[in-house]
């Protein structure tokens, strides 16, 4: 039986250590050279047993210290234990159809799209409350309950879009 390779895009935490002479100089040079993804097998990727690990995607702009020298803050664990595209991911596999979801910037929002009938929402946190829009009207649709588990938000999220595809 033949193999494939499957690429996985997994949310967690990264440790990125900037040595510089302030917190606002160590986020300027992290945002200068995490910008973008960072490309990590430019000679071979980084093998973790039977993982590959290519590429590293870092939002700067979301980045909480961790330390400063050796003395820790206690401050630097996300808020959530999960990103709004993870919340995305899983609403669209109870979905019919075939669904792409796209993390949005600085990872507080995702956009979920259905090219057969031309579905396109964005989820994302807009004064504090996480929100699900259509794409092509900005009509909001629902205002998600971001105390819930990842499981009730995802089916928040799916029912609310399930409710506007057949509706619409």
Partial sequence: MATNDYCFVVPGTVTVRVSATSEANARELLEMEAGDSLELDTVAPIQVGPLSIGTL?????????????????????????????????????????????????????????????????????????????DFVTSCSLAVIDDSASLVEMAKEVADAILKHVTAG
Avoid: H, Q
């Fill in 57 to 133: 995607d870092l939002v700067g702009p979301a980045a909480k210290v961790d330390s400063v020298g050796e003395e820790l803050t206690n401050d630097s664990l996300p808020d959530a234990d999960f990103s709004v595209s993870t919340i995305a991911r899983v609403a669209v596999r109870s979905l019919p159809g075939t669904w792409d979801v796209c993390p949005g910037t600085l990872g507080v929002s995702a956009s979920m799209s259905e090219g057969v009938i031309g579905a396109e929402y964005v989820l994302e946190v807009v004064d504090g409350r996480l929100s699900l829009f």
